[in-house]
């Protein structure tokens, strides 16, 4: 499975964001998508993560109520809609998938290349 993400930038604090994340090789029906972050200086951290069908999320607490995670199957694409972001949600984000399982901070089984997050207060 391949993962390529796009979508980072900068955006000043109180800015939106899209990210995207495109799947592609053998990509299996069930798999679970999600997006990790990481910061300077610190480690990698669970942000958030969509079931196949879409029906069920997770969100790290530090995003809950900003962030959207959503999944489009046809195009084997996951995304995040990033609100009312904040100078400390800068980080570089990862896209993830899991072959199965249920959406979760677990560790998936295959990382993306990271796209860089930049908000400015």
């Known amino acids: 499975v391949q993962l390529q993400a796009s979508g980072g930038g900068l955006v000043q604090a109180g800015g939106s964001l899209r990210l995207s994340c495109a799947a592609s090789g053998r990509t299996f029906s069930g798999n679970v998508l999600g997006w990790f972050r990481q910061a300077p200086g610190k480690e990698r951290e669970f942000v958030a993560a969509i079931s196949w069908s879409g029906s069920s999320t997770s969100y790290a607490d530090s995003v809950k109520g900003r962030f959207t995670i959503s999944r489009d199957n046809a195009k084997n694409t996951v995304y995040l809609q990033m609100d009312s972001l904040k100078a400390e949600d800068t980080a570089v984000y990862y896209c993830?998938?899991?072959?199965?399982?249920?959406?979760?901070?677990?560790?998936?089984?295959?990382w993306g290349q990271g796209t860089l997050v930049t908000v400015s207060s």
């Open positions: 993830a998938a899991k072959l199965r399982g249920s959406p979760s901070s677990n560790a998936p089984d295959y």
